[in-house]
């Protein structure tokens, strides 16, 4: 005999939750394309691409890079794109000698640097563009300030700032029952072809998979940039319903898991 208790029941609600429907229009995965740095190419290409196919991406703006282009970054706000922060001064390791010598490496630089940049880039991105951002991607994927024993992570910095946080070359996806939204976890795809993103993503499924990839310029396949060939292919295998995914913005996606996991551990 079977005895109904409040764990019995717990764990039917969790077995229902991680069945086929998780997501909206019973898609098994979720999907996100991001962009990051601002650059140039993706106003120019990468913005009218997706617009052409009804997609909605993110896209962590620096104010560096937005000068000269705060309108159309405004009028990608306006199209439904997510506009969220990437800092001002882009702190990655010193080991970029370039950003060492600008003073600007995480090795030596501190929270409350980090705390500036990041409201600076706040107030630019919402002078400009009107988005007061709630997401966040830290540059470089790195997420410390610091050296050796003296090493801080900025993860709470950003967990207290923004509704989340997202890394970058990582391997893995993210689990809605287990993942941290303070460092969503994002794949590169820069430089690859099509039949290399669709193997990643294949690889990177399983059961309620949330899927974010993380790209820099738009246009001729390299090291820093999409292929826009590429980027359209993808496009049209995500939105095959037979694949089974649902394309969304990072926030979107997040506060979608946030509701429906809702009262579960994360665990
Ligand atoms: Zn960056």
Known sequence: MQFITPISLALCALTSLSSHAFYPNTAKYAISLSFDDARKSQVDVGIPLLNKHDVKATFYLMP???????QQWKLAAKAGHEIANHTSSHLCTG????????????????????????KHAQQYIK????????????????????????VKSYVPLIAETFSYG??????TANDPF???????????????????????IEQAKFDN???????????????????????????????????????????????????????????
């Open 64 to 70: 560096y890079h937005m000068q000269g282009k705060e």
């Open 95 to 118: 080991n970029f000698r370039w950003l060492r010598k600008q003073d600007k490496g995480l090795e030596q630089s501190n929270l409350s640097f980090l705390k500036e940049d990041i």
């Open 127 to 150: 002078t400009h563009t009107g988005v007061d951002a709630n997401g966040f991607a830290y540059p470089c994927g790195q997420t410390f300030v610091g050296r050796g024993t003296e």
């Open 166 to 171: 997202r890394t970058w070359n990582d391997e």
């Open 178 to 200: 287990y993942y941290d939204q303070a460092q969503i976890r994002a794949f590169s795809m820069d430089g690859k072809t099509f039949s290399e993103l669709k193997a990643l």
């Open 209 to 267: 998979a949330w899927i974010v990839l993380a790209g820099h310029e738009v246009g001729e396949k390299g090291p820093y940039t999409v292929d826009r060939i590429a980027l359209q292919q993808l496009i049209e295998y995500i939105k095959d319903p037979s694949n089974e995914f649902w394309l969304a913005t990072v926030s979107d996606v997040n506060e979608y898991i946030n509701r429906k996991t809702k009262g579960h551990d994360k665990k």
